[in-house]
């Protein structure tokens, strides 16, 4: 059951892989625009953690392991943001930026002699008899273990925001550091430990570009994955299950272009190439159009520095 | 303990020593980073501070400073003036290329001209060029408030998939033996941006960034343009207050950094570039971000930091091959000079004290 050369089957079911990074990224970041600090460095963060992990991988031999270095890598850069902004009240936007361009100069830093490296696959979580069903076994059945990881952590997010003290907590602080400092919450604490979330989160969403879905170590391998993931938590109006709505849209659309390419579809590559990009744009420029004004469901401190006067 | 305490009015002192302190700092953690890669630190940062303006072969590297640094300061100051509205232009790399892509394409539709008209419409159509492509973002924001960061980014990967098309399809050198990459502007007198004064690398490119910073320097401290650009910045509620129009000043702002950095480009690929090809652009959109900040979003600061930033790409290429430092490491470099300043500029508007008891 083909259409124009494409396998619908196939589609949905690559498309849940290659949507892993960006939903990581952006849950994480989600979590730390909900704390109302805005990160720019996703892109960068990841980037390190592609690096970290496969580096770990390929040495280790475990691709476990990488996933872990990866998150540990993603996090550590992440720190550096969190001191800047939170010790040092530095601008976030742009310190967020300098975390993008500092992690992409390491990780081409770091990564050199590790080229044409392949790393150990990340293996299906479930038997094959299960995978080979038709239809369902490929699309719920045959992924790696980190797709239902992501989808996980997409469940386990929404519950912890909506319903737990931790993400009351979280929230108090986004929405007015002043209330939450007089309610005596530590406001700079608590978004380090977000920030820090929100960079493992990413160092593992970059770690399964370079472990899952490449897989292997080239410069600048994220290409951009991160700045899809700040627009996606836009889109998402803050909310982790549209994250992952949004961020199987832009899989869809990334795995579609890719197969049009292969399949020959008439339209030059280029213009597939860049369409990823021009549909984030219309959809940024859907959504905020929207809903003008204040109540476009952001944090209303975001990107605001709290520093406790009394 | 320390604590931060803030300042009743931002210290003069700091706003001026920050820049050397960051320097400063970023050569000390350099420096352990370039020992811990196994290299001589001093050698370092001696072939990269030092050698470019007094070495040996300083009579060709300063020339290059120019080069470098006129881009730069070119881009730079288009950002310093949408960042101190509060208007985050992020994507000149995309202006830069589309600039670079408008200018290049009108010299060579009438290749191969003599007329010298040729070169000033291709400044101009430049200039169009990235203005267009930062138009995008700045509507976007005006008519639907859609967030100009993201837009601006986005359109650096359309921008290089585009540079991508053109240099192997519609600007491709019909004469190139299938090669990628257009004509070379080298052979093409008539819209080259060859040399003025070539010991000091001045090409039209220099020029037109030194004019602008004197130019953005009189509507910042002279211009009531200048006045609304600060006042967005440091209080938005009072420029509204005041009649500024935020549709107006991001149309504005984003208009002139887009025209620059277009400008920036267009210089480049018809001089020290040559031609279109895949990669001529070198992230010079991205660097100028650094600069922006370095220059503390002043234009004549920002003069300095482009010659600083100019000094870290030559002397950088120049440790790059006498000492084999990977050129990544001087991206971390720049990297770690904007973390240091961002870091230390803390103490224009707080002071350190130390907490003794309770308050």
Redesign the interface.
């Known amino acids: 059951m083909d259409i124009g050369g494409i396998n619908p089957v196939i589609l949905i079911a690559t498309l849940m892989a290659s949507a892993v990074p960006i939903l990581m990224a952006a849950l994480g970041e989600t979590v730390v625009e909900r704390a109302g600090v805005l990160n720019l460095g996703v892109e960068g963060m990841m980037v390190i953690g592609a690096l970290g992990g496969f580096v770990v991988a390929v040495h280790t031999g475990s691709p476990v392991l990488g996933f872990i270095g990866g998150a540990v890598c993603g996090a550590a850069l992440s720190l550096i943001f969190a001191a800047l902004t939170q010790i040092f009240l530095a601008n976030q936007v742009a310190t967020g930026l300098a975390l993008t361009l500092f992690g992409l100069g390491v990780s081409s830093l770091g990564g050199q002699g590790y080229n044409g490296i392949k790393p150990p696959p990340t293996g299906q979580l479930l038997p094959d008899f299960l995978a080979d069903l038709p239809v369902v076994g490929p699309i719920v059945f045959g992924h790696d273990w980190m797709v239902y990881f992501s989808i996980l952590m997409t469940a386990v997010l929404w519950w912890v925001l909506k319903s737990t003290r931790i993400g009351l907590i979280i929230r108090a602080v986004g929405e007015s550091h002043e209330a939450a400092h007089a309610l005596g919450y530590k406001v700079n604490r608590i978004r380090l430990m977000c920030i820090a979330f929100g960079g493992a989160m990413a160092g593992i969403g970059g770690a399964y570009v370079s472990l899952a879905r490449v897989p292997q170590w080239v410069d600048g391998i994220t290409a951009g994955a991160g700045w899809i993931a700040l627009a996606i938590v836009v889109f998402a109006s803050w909310k982790p299950w549209r994250v992952l709505i949004g961020a199987y849209l832009f899989g869809g659309i990334t795995v579609l272009q890719l197969n049009l390419q292969v399949a020959g579809s008439g339209i030059p590559v280029e213009y597939l190439s860049m369409a990823p990009y021009l549909i984030t744009i219309l959809v940024l420029v859907i959504m905020s159009a929207g809903r003008r004004g204040k109540a476009n469901g952001a944090p209303a401190s975001l990107g605001q520095n709290f520093h406790a006067s009394r | 303990m320390f604590r ?1 305490e ?1 300042r009743p009015t931002p210290s003069k002192f700091w706003l001026y020593a920050t820049p050397p302190v960051a320097v400063i700092l970023t050569m000390i953690a350099g420096g352990i980073l370039f020992a811990a890669m196994g290299k001589n630190p001093f050698e370092v940062i001696r072939t990269i501070f030092w050698d470019p303006i007094f070495g040996e072969f300083a009579f060709y590297l300063r020339g290059q400073l120019l080069v470098k640094a006129g881009p730069l300061i070119l881009i730079a100051i288009g950002l310093a003036l949408g960042f101190r509205a509060g208007i ?1 232009n ?1 994507g000149a790399e995309g202006q830069y290329i589309m600039g670079a892509i408008f200018g290049a394409a009108v010299g060579l539709a009438v290749f191969p001209t003599e007329s010298r008209w040729i070169f000033p419409v291709m400044v101009v159509a430049g200039a169009f060029g990235g203005w267009l492509w930062a138009m995008i973002p700045a509507i ?1 924001k005006t ?5 100009e ?3 601006s ?3 650096v ?2 921008a290089e ?2 540079l ?2 053109a240099s192997t ?1 519609f600007l491709k050198n019909p004469e190139g033996m299938g090669f990628p990459g257009s004509r070379n502007f080298s052979s093409y007198p008539a819209a080259q941006n060859g040399f003025l004064y070539e010991p000091l690398g001045l090409h039209w490119g220099g020029v037109a960034a030194l004019v602008t910073a004197v130019l953005a320097y009189i509507l910042l401290t002279r211009h009531q343009a200048g006045f609304q650009i600060k006042l967005a910045g440091q209080a938005p509620r009072a420029a509204r207050f005041h009649g500024v129009s935020p549709a107006r000043l991001v149309v504005m702002c984003m208009g002139i950094s887009g025209a620059l950095a277009g400008l920036a480009g267009m210089f480049e690929v018809t001089g020290p570039a040559g031609q279109i090809s895949i990669d001529f652009n070198t992230g010079y959109g ?1 660097t100028a ?2 600069v922006a ?1 370095l220059g503390r979003l002043n234009p004549l600061g920002i003069v300095l930091a482009g010659f600083l930033m100019a000094l870290t790409y030559v002397g950088g290429e120049m440790a790059s091959t006498n000492l084999g430092l ?1 050129d ?9 000079l ?2 240091f300043l ?2 230390v ?2 103490l224009t ?2 002071r350190f004290r130390l907490a003794v008891g309770a308050h």
Do not use: E, H, S
């Open positions: 931060l803030k985050w992020i976007l008519r639907f408030n859609t967030n960061i993201l837009v980014l986005m359109l990967y359309v998939t585009i991508a098309k399809g991205f971000i650094i900040f990977p990544a490491a001087i991206q971390v470099f720049q990297g770690m904007l973390f961002l870091a500029d803390v508007n707080y």
